[in-house]
């Protein structure tokens, strides 16, 4: 391993690229064998016995699933490759968010019995929003009911993309063995050794499969020569264009998002990774292909850009902090431009602060390598800085750019979380900032009433993970209470009120007065201050003071205490004294004319909507869709596959409680579901009346 870190690698032999999939497609396992052949490892990792190197936290290794991506770095045939392994659950797609946000590229795994899943779906459009070139691979080859095929049809039908099938499979289920390399005819073999390290590479094809090759052959060719003009001179006047040439322009399309090359293996059975590795370095984006990256310049906001080469000013962005329990705060980083030296001082345009960066190191899951610099191309971790959050970009003061931020879904789960002792009390706090520093669908508020700290999420799962954390990593006992549903308060048309706060009692009083107009906006738009004052009638250090008291009111709710949304607040007239006006009057005058212009205007309830995806033996379908309507559901649409009915479903997060139980119960434990958070909508008006009948009960009860 030595010569390999003495030796630089130029930009066009770097690789950055993710593995992205559905929960279960074999992420982590395909992962395990690249760092294995590439001589990372020198054995290779189980998740089921739990010694995967990427899947490196406790509770990784308890459930065997990705919670964190983890980021490493392999070598291939001349090439470094920066690799990030991201989990395959939605409770943690900020992960797969932020990864793909620094890629150049990315490996979509699909299972080849089930062919593409809903969170496959979810992290393919991740990946179009960043428009990131990528490969297919089928795995799980060898599983019953695989069909190579098929899973390449539903790439075409629910993915929206471009299919190059560069292999045919030899055999399928327990007879699949190798495949064949369209582009050159050329059969490779897996089986003499078990590792998978070794294979054969012969001209013979099976002669079973000789016209079947010769038919997707002139498919591939067809497809790659319709992306290149020259090329489609030559095919279309009967000449095969050179190999060298056919890959060159494919190589160019993948980039340009034109085709998806598609492979084919069975990562757990060690066969196909190889080929798989020789794609990403032959098709996949250095990243000299993709030229620049652009942001804005936080001082005139005028777009910029900057080159991806070492000469340029130095730049890059932020995408993940991580707790380490020897290091302490880890910033892993993709540099974009320039370079960064251990030691030195950087700027965060974001929060416009500076940072000195202590240590870089190199990441290989948990374990690290330090380095003097990074340059341009690399994804390092950054130790030492204080300021900087998932999403900051750093940059050279003398030039500064902010980089396009990542985006994150909004919780729809919280619970109450309360320490068991006086000490637990000051680690929970810690321990909570920390954790959210980390996740940014993690958010944390107390509730000031009932002085209990509230945690919310994306689902039940991370929040369980996170409860775990903390007894494990900061030792915080806590009780936790049950999951409630993230509802949220709107208004339905448009309203004005007035609201007036005045004190007089000897001496200086309080005034504040102001006048409210509230007026619905579309789902999903938020919220928007606007201030349409005219000629002073209030100053405008007050207006300010009026905004705070709209948002804190917007905060606590007014219908049941749920946070306000997607709604435009305009403060339009108003009066002040030139004593008595102060902070707090207008405050309170804002948040009683929000109140009396809310409660005119139509106050509703909004609910998270969750997308549901049941997979069930088609003798429980009448059953499950019973259950499911019973459940509020509207039923999208049902798919038949292989030996399974697949049921799409828009159902309120309301009523998915302990849906898990009842699932296994209806189908004898043969079905299983997958949701996602899809959209708020309005909570029917009788299930409203019984949440407000029910909050006045326990109100008055709690008041006696």
């Known amino acids: 391993m030595a010569e390999t870190k003495k030796k630089e690698y130029t930009l066009d032999k770097i690789r950055n690229i993710g593995i992205i999939a559905h929960i ?25 016995a739990g010694t995967t190197q990427m899947d490196w936290m406790e509770q990784e290794k308890e459930r065997g699933i990705t919670i964190v991506s983890a980021a490493t770095t392999a070598f291939w045939k001349d090439h470094r490759i920066n690799i990030i392994d991201t989990p395959g659950h939605v409770d943690f797609t900020a992960e797969v968010e932020r990864s793909l946000r620094v890629l150049d590229g990315g490996i979509t795994v699909l299972d080849a019995e089930e062919g593409v899943q809903s969170q496959s779906e979810t992290v393919w459009r991740q990946a179009d929003k960043y428009k990131v070139p990528r490969l297919c691979f089928i795995n799980k080859m ?3 009911g695989a069909d190579f095929l098929a899973t390449v049809k539903s790439i075409e039908d629910r993915l929206g993309a471009n299919p190059a099938i560069m292999v045919l499979p030899i055999g399928a289920e327990q007879t699949f063995k190798g495949t064949v390399d369209l582009l050159t005819r050329q059969a490779i073999v897996w089986g003499s050794d078990e590792l998978g390290a070794k294979f054969e590479v012969s001209d013979e094809i099976p002669a079973d499969m000789k016209d079947e090759v010769e038919k997707y052959r002139h498919k591939l060719i067809e497809k790659i020569a319709e992306t290149d003009d020259a090329l489609l001179e030559k095919y279309l006047g009967g000449e095969e264009p050179a190999l060298e040439d056919l890959k060159k322009a494919l190589r160019a399309a ?38 620049e990256v ?6 005139t906001n005028e777009p910029i850009a900057r080159k991806l080469v070492p000469e340029d000013p130095f730049s890059g962005l932020a995408f993940k902090i991580q707790i380490d329990p020897h290091v302490g705060k880890l910033t892993y980083f993709r540099v974009y431009s320039g370079k960064v030296v251990s030691g030195s001082y950087i700027h965060n345009s974001t929060k416009n602060k500076t940072e000195r960066v202590g240590r870089i190191l190199l990441m290989h899951a948990n374990t690290r390598e330090e380095l003097k610099e990074a340059v341009a191309g690399e994804i390092v971790a950054l130790v030492g800085l204080k300021e900087t959050v998932t999403g900051d970009t750093l940059c050279d003061q003398k030039a500064p750019i902010i980089l396009e931020k990542i985006s994150f879904p909004e919780p729809v789960i919280s619970l109450a979380i309360e320490p068991k002792t006086k000490v637990d009390q000051e680690k929970l706090g810690f321990a909570l900032k920390r954790l959210s520093e980390e996740d940014p669908t993690f958010v944390i508020k107390t509730n000031h009433e009932t002085g209990q700290t509230i945690i919310s999420g994306i689902g039940e799962l991370q929040l369980e993970v996170m409860v775990d954390r903390m007894k494990r990593e900061f030792s915080v006992l806590a009780n ?9 308060e709107t208004i339905k048309k448009m309203a004005e009120a ?24 579309p789902r999903g738009e938020g919220f928007e201050f606007v201030d349409a004052i005219k000629g002073g009638a209030i100053p405008a250090e007050f207006v300010s003071s009026v905004e705070k008291g709209v948002k804190e009111t917007m905060e606590n709710g007014i219908l049941l205490g749920y946070p306000m949304v997607d709604m435009t607040v305009t403060v339009y007239d108003g009066s002040y004294h030139d004593v008595d006006s102060s902070d707090v009057a207008f405050k309170i005058a804002a948040s009683q004319a929000l109140q009396a212009s809310s409660k005119k205007a139509e106050l509703t309830l909004l609910e998270p909507i969750m997308k549901v995806e049941v997979t069930t033996p088609s003798e429980f379908m009448g059953d499950v869709i019973g259950d499911l309507s019973s459940k509020r559901a509207q039923i999208l649409g049902t798919e038949e596959r292989t030996r399974a009915t697949i049921i799409l479903a828009m159902v309120p997060l309301a009523e998915l409680s302990g849906y898990a139980t009842t699932l296994r119960s209806m189908s004898q434990g043969r079905a299983s579901y997958y949701m996602e958070p899809s959209h708020y909508e309005e909570v029917p008006r009788n299930i409203q009346e019984q949440m407000l009948a029910k909050s006045t009960f326990t109100g008055r009860v709690s008041a006696q």
């Open 24 to 48: 279960d497609a074999g992420k982590t396992t395909t992962t395990e064998r690249i760092l294995f052949y590439t001589g990372k490892t020198y054995k290779i990792g189980d998740i089921d």
């Open 142 to 144: 060898d599983k019953l």
């Open 254 to 291: 993948v980039i340009a998002y034109k085709l998806v090359p598609i492979y084919a293996g069975s990562s757990l059975r060690n066969k196909g990774v190889q080929p798989l590795l020789d794609a990403v370095i032959d098709y996949l984006p250095s990243p000299v292909d993709l030229k």
């Open 294 to 299: 652009h942001g804005v310049d936080p001082k």
């Open 480 to 488: 936790v209470g049950a999951p409630q549903v993230a509802y949220k």
């Open 498 to 521: 007035e609201g007036k706060y005045i004190r007089q009692s000897g001496g200086r009083g309080q005034y504040g007065h102001c006048f409210l107009r509230v007026e619905p906006k």
